[in-house]
Nanobody, 126 residues
Framework: QVQLVESGGGLVQAGGSLRLSCAAS????????MGWFRQAPGKEREFVAA????????YYADSVKGRFTISRDNAKNTVYLQMNSLKPEDTAVYYC???????????????????WGQGTQVTVSS
């Protein structure tokens, strides 16, 4: 089993920055991909970014490309999401997720992931 704990959310003005962290514990040796999703009130959970644990390839939603950067620290079993130039529409609960092995689902699909964190609130004021 893998446990994920997110941190770093908060309230920020439009144009500002935040960095989210997600620390993984438990059976982390089998990590394949870690990703970030978000869910705004009244909307479905949507993909934000993902990173392959081996190799470090990154993937982004078009809505955050050029503003957000996903990175990882393998030694600390931690993934980060640096969010710059934040917009009010980025307001959501952000969830960290881990996939332990490929299952055929694309990395932007939440069914690709096996374990989820509890989420951290990000609020961007205009």
């Amino acid at each position: 089993q893998v446990q994920l704990v997110e941190s770093g959310g908060g309230l920020v003005q439009a144009g500002g920055s935040l960095r989210l962290s997600c620390a993984a514990s438990g059976r982390t040796f089998s990590t394949y991909v870690m990703g970030w999703f978000r869910q705004a009130p009244g909307k479905e959970r949507e993909f934000v970014a993902a990173i392959r644990w081996s190799g470090g390839n990154t993937y982004y939603a078009d809505s955050v490309k050029g503003r957000f950067t996903i990175s990882r620290d393998n030694a600390k079993n931690t993934v980060y999401l640096q969010m710059n130039s934040l917009k009010p529409e980025d307001t959501a609960v952000y969830y960290c997720a881990v996939a332990v092995r490929p299952n055929g689902a694309g990395l932007s699909m939440f069914r690709a992931y096996d374990h989820w964190g509890q989420g951290t609130q990000v609020t961007v004021s205009s």
